[in-house]
């Protein structure tokens, strides 16, 4: 195989491989905001995502979410 580039670019392409190879990903990575800041954010949020789960798995809040559930069948099987 040659290295060198294909010929012109299909006017529409038809098939999902014609269309990744066309779509224009680094254009969209240097020119838009979000690009830039995901990460960031993703690495601010972590501490906050992992308070939310450890208050939302400890071993008082199970229980009482078992007990609410317990109540809640009972309710609906008198």
Same mark, same amino acid.
């Given at each position: 195989? @040659?290295?060198?580039?294909?010929?012109?670019?299909?006017? /529409?392409? =038809?098939? /999902? $491989? *014609?269309?990744?190879?066309?779509?224009? %990903?680094?254009? =969209?990575?240097?020119?838009?905001? %979000?690009?830039? =800041?995901? /990460? %960031? @954010?993703?690495? *601010?949020? +972590?501490? %906050? /995502?992992?308070?939310?789960?450890? +208050?939302?798995? @400890?071993? *008082?809040?199970?229980?009482?979410?078992?007990? $609410?559930?317990?109540? !809640?069948?009972? !309710?609906?099987?008198?």
């Amino acid at each position: 195989m @040659s290295d060198a580039p294909v010929g012109r670019p299909m006017k /529409f392409p =038809y098939t /999902f $491989s *014609a269309k990744i190879a066309q779509f224009p %990903i680094k254009h =969209y990575i240097n020119n838009q905001w %979000i690009w830039k =800041y995901y /990460f %960031i @954010s993703v690495v *601010a949020c +972590l501490p %906050i /995502f992992y308070k939310i789960h450890k +208050l939302a798995n @400890s071993p *008082a809040n199970v229980r009482n979410w078992a007990e $609410s559930k317990r109540k !809640e069948e009972a !309710e609906h099987h008198h």
